[in-house]
């Protein structure tokens, strides 16, 4: 697990992007959880992290393509990697390079 943020530095609803191990992550602080996964969308490269979050779904803000926050699942063969999220007093980690598992409960 790799420091990625306190939980203050992302208010609820919204995305940050970060780079943790030299890999770009959007982290995202959602009703349902935290999630991290790829920065980049696979379809052009749009900004996930600026993307509108509802449950836990990411919205690409470029071409509207959605994305499940819990596996990286897009449309089709469209798919971002997924990754642990860990929250210890105050503090978020990610296991960068680990496979999809489980949100952290809000
Ligand atoms: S770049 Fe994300 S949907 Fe097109």
Known sequence: MTFACREDDVPPGEGRNITLEGKRVALFRTDTGWYAVDAVCPHKGGPLADGIVCDHAVTCPLH??????????????????????????GAVYVAVGSPAAAPVAA
Do not use: M
């Open 64 to 89: 509207d393509r959605s994305f499940d926050l819990r596996t990286g699942q897009g449309p089709g063969e469209d798919r971002v990697s997924a990754y642990p999220v860990e929250l210890r007093d």
